[in-house]
């Protein structure tokens, strides 16, 4: 057994306050940055220091899979397999990579290094994706053994554009915003407007505004707002919802590396609207360089003044908490986001209740993604009326998408809703790449539903996509060419969801595996002739039974894949031809 320096673990939990379970994920963290892993004395040190059962630490050591319990290797590389990523090729790479790890490995010529495949890494317009020690890498980058060793981390320039850039007006530049450049652009004048105000006004111009959640659930923001604001309790709180892990989206890593105060400022004002006095900013455990952009716009706002007691002299106090996730998808959802931060498994809730009366540590709770607060100090600052002139009457504001896949410039679109999605590929995204005829776009993520060629035209707002049976979700744009074949796009989906399932809930635990052992038939071309039938009824019992959104919707997009191509079933092998037809 390995007799390890505890005095870097002790130095940080005697700093580390409250000594709770709340601060498991993050005594973890530091562990396992210390040590490499987490070993079983310093597992067994957390435990006591926080007073948790061991048995109940290892279960969420277990749970998230950015920890390990074992030494790992020196350097740990990440390829990405999304729909986007193994288009571009990350098969190739990951294939590469681990032939010379192998080769190297048996005659001991290089330093330790482990190669691992991942889900997604919210790089989709940089595909094919690396993270290396964390850090973000083009796999295209890396085209050969040496390429590893001579890494220097980097920031990939993301293309932002679009006819609008109101949320992304301080994005695509390279470089984080800066406080001082935030301020000097109008920055945090939302908020000392709000400040003036009684919270109820803040409210009432965000329910006018038409504002609705932007990562899929499309809840009106004001109402939820209000709903928290009149429970009666001394703690309240408001979260950040930055784990985005959906495949093909990466609009919240862009606003956070590029222009978090935008965030910060809109937090701060949920805050004060619902009287809270504590916020979360919640960001997924592979933005590492998104929670690094994060935390040095914390502590700036704290040192400004905007953060912490007495803000502008107005006697209301507010701190924001930052928390790095642990590689879980299901922690995207709300209910399993408040188990993470309370230092448990993030397995879902039932609901009933709802966050609003009894959320984070069963107390009334406003919980809003990232994209959703970076509209609230352009909607104080703007006017409901002005934010409303943008889009359409049911559909308000801007929309940020996310285009990836068989585009000639995948990257960031801001547009008001309206616009179809013909326009936002050819006129934004350049068209389609190689000027292969288009076949499919999957809409909304792994979550969402295929758009077929007879629907280009449609608008992108709530109520068109509602009609064209399409999910706006989160706002995610994979295009998919003629020469693509959708059963290999079906197979990633389903072992994504088999993946990623949490094993809390049974119909979505079992359903997913069924669903995955019947798409590897379908993507042989071998399928069982009741197959098609079985899926469907599998899908339905995981639509209606599931306990959160995570198997309400595994099957959705391989759903609208059996309507619209139902020669994908065929016994027979299917040409690309046949595919795009």
């Not at 929670?291 to 106090?317: H, P, T, Y």
């Not at 006017?383 to 995948?410: E, H, I, M, W």
Request: net charge negative.
């Amino acid at each position: 057994m390995i007799n390890h320096d505890l005095s870097p673990i002790n130095d940080y939990l005697v700093q580390l306050s409250p000594k709770t379970r709340t601060n498991l994920l993050p005594a973890l963290h530091a562990a396992q940055e210390f040590y490499g892993y987490i070993p079983q004395e310093i597992a067994s040190l957390i435990a006591k220091e926080l007073h948790v059962p061991l048995s109940e630490v290892f279960g969420v050591i277990d749970f998230y899979t950015l920890f390990h319990t074992k030494p790992v290797a020196k350097t740990v590389i990440h390829v990405c397999n999304d729909p986007a990523c193994s288009m571009a090729g990350s098969d190739s790479v990951f294939k590469m990579l681990t032939e010379k790890v192998l080769f190297y490995d048996q005659f001991k010529l290089q330093p330790n290094i482990s190669i691992e495949v991942a889900p997604c890494l919210g790089l989709c317009e940089h595909a094919p994706a690396t993270l290396i020690q964390g850090r973000s890498a083009k796999g295209k980058e890396l085209s050969n053994w040496n390429d590893i060793f001579t890494f220097k981390p980097n920031r990939p320039e993301t293309i932002v554009g679009g006819s609008l850039r109101l949320l992304t007006k301080n994005c695509g530049k390279g470089e984080t915003n800066s406080l001082s450049e935030y301020i000097k652009n109008g920055g945090y004048e939302a908020l000392k407007r709000v400040i003036q105000n009684h919270p109820g006004d803040t409210i009432d111009e965000i329910k006018k505004s038409g504002l609705v959640g932007r990562g899929g659930a499309a809840f009106p923001t004001g109402m939820k707002w209000e709903a928290a604001s009149k429970e009666e309790s001394d703690v309240k709180y408001v979260i950040c919802n930055g784990d985005e892990a959906e495949p093909g989206t990466f609009k919240d890593r862009v606003i956070m590396e590029d222009d978090p105060h935008l965030i910060i400022e809109g937090l701060i004002i949920a805050g004060y609207a619902i009287g809270a006095q504590k916020g979360y900013f919640y960001i997924r455990g592979e933005y590492l360089n998104a929670s690094n952009q994060v935390k040095i716009a914390l502590d700036e706002a704290k040192e400004a003044g905007f953060l912490g007691k007495d803000i502008f002299n107005s006697g209301f106090s507010f701190d924001i908490e930052l928390r790095r996730g642990a590689g879980a998808y299901v922690c995207g959802e709300e209910t399993a986001l408040f188990e993470s931060i309370e230092g448990k498994r993030g397995f879902p809730r039932i609901k009933p209740p709802f966050p609003v009366k009894s959320g984070l540590f069963g107390k009334p709770t406003v919980i809003n993604n990232v994209e959703t607060l970076a509209n609230i100090p352009i909607i104080i600052s703007l006017g409901a009326d002005t934010y409303r002139s943008f889009g359409t009457q049911n559909s308000p504001g801007p929309k940020l998408f996310c285009l990836s896949g068989d585009v000639k410039k995948p990257g960031l679109f801001e547009v008001p809703f309206g616009v179809t999605l013909r326009s936002v590929i050819e006129n934004l995204a350049g068209g389609m790449r190689d000027d292969i005829p288009y076949q499919a776009a999957l809409i909304g993520g792994a979550a969402g539903a295929f758009a077929s060629e007879d629907q280009l035209d449609t608008k992108l707002t709530f109520e068109d996509l509602r009609t064209a049976g399409l999910p706006l979700g989160s706002g995610v744009i994979t295009v998919f060419n003629r020469d693509r074949d959708l059963r290999s796009i079906a197979l990633k989906l389903a072992s994504f969801f088999a993946e990623e399932s949490c094993g809390k809930c049974f119909p979505c635990q079992i359903g997913t595996q069924r669903q995955l052992e019947i798409i590897k038939r379908v993507s042989m071309g071998l399928p069982d002739t009741q197959d098609r039938n079985r899926l469907l009824d599998l899908i339905a019992t995981m639509t209606d039974t599931s306990l959160c959104g995570l198997g309400q919707t595994a099957g959705s997009a391989i759903k609208s894949l059996l309507q619209k191509w139902p020669q994908l079933f065929s016994v027979h092998p299917i040409s690309s031809m046949e595919l795009g037809d």
